[in-house]
């Protein structure tokens, strides 16, 4: 299978990419809303944010992209991989009360690989 031709697994669920992004962005603001305590973004949960998405559309693995837990490749500097470490366990768990089909596509995703 070529790099860029989705499977019928992709095909299924949709673009990867995107919905990782929104998942990003929705965990990014769970918990900045908790741990900074503003109705909007601070500076440095927007520069995460911004630096996710960077990293998550240049993924060498294009549409077939795994999660980033399960990826040989981390491409993350080690300070921003900490953050969005911190980020995802904090929003992880709470994510299948408020977003639960985001993480149903996330751990599909995510098991299909094991």
Avoid at 68 to 97: T, Y
Wanted: hydrophobic share 35%; aromatic share 8%; net charge positive.
């Amino acid at each position: 299978m070529q790099k860029d031709q989705p499977s019928i697994f992709q095909q299924f669920i949709g673009n990867n990419i995107e919905r990782e992004i929104k998942t990003v962005c929705i965990m990014v603001e769970m918990f900045c809303k908790h741990h900074h305590h503003g109705d909007e973004l601070c500076e440095k949960c927007k520069g995460l944010i911004d630096y996710a998405e960077n990293r998550i559309r240049k993924c060498t693995f294009g549409i077939n992209k795994p999660v980033c837990s399960e990826c040989g490749i981390h491409c993350f500097k080690p300070e921003m991989r900490s953050q969005i470490k911190d980020v995802m366990r904090f929003a992880g768990p709470r994510m299948n009360f408020k977003h639960p089909v985001l993480a149903i596509y996330h751990l599909i995703r995510k098991y299909r690989l094991m």
